[in-house]
């Protein structure tokens, strides 16, 4: 299973940007699919989360309002999309799947991740 996030980039305070996370490899299930970041000096933190069949999604307080999770099971794309962005949200933005379908705090694959940068 590999998973790739694409998306990422620099973008000034208030601005936007959709990451994306393609599914590869062999099939592992119907799998719940989360967000989680890391920025420098911290510990990784989750941002959101959602069920395979996209009914149930869950985000961090830091995200409600702002950011929403989507997936497109048909073409094995998980999405984020971001608006509103602060410049607190500067992170690698990593993609995970779980081994169940719903909403999970155990996932277990990861993407590489990809580096947002907003600047103020």
């Known amino acids: 299973v590999q998973l790739v996030e694409s998306g990422g980039g620099l973008v000034q305070a208030g601005g936007s940007l959709r990451l994306s996370c393609a599914a590869s490899?062999?099939?592992?299930?119907?799998?719940?699919m989360g967000w989680f970041r890391q920025a420098p000096g911290k510990e990784r933190e989750f941002v959101a989360a959602?069920?395979?069949?996209?009914?149930?999604?869950s985000y961090a307080d830091s995200a409600k309002g702002r950011f929403t999770i989507s997936r497109d099971n048909a073409k094995n794309t998980l999405y984020l999309q971001m608006n509103s962005l602060k410049p607190e949200d500067t992170a690698v933005y990593y993609c995970?799947?779980?081994?169940?379908?719903?909403?999970?705090?155990?996932?277990?694959?990861w993407g590489q991740g990809t580096q947002v940068t907003v600047s103020s």
């Open positions: 995970a799947a779980s081994r169940a379908p719903l909403i999970t705090r155990e996932y277990n694959y």
């Open positions: 490899g062999r099939t592992f299930g119907r799998p719940a």
């Open positions: 959602i069920s395979w069949t996209g009914g149930s999604t």
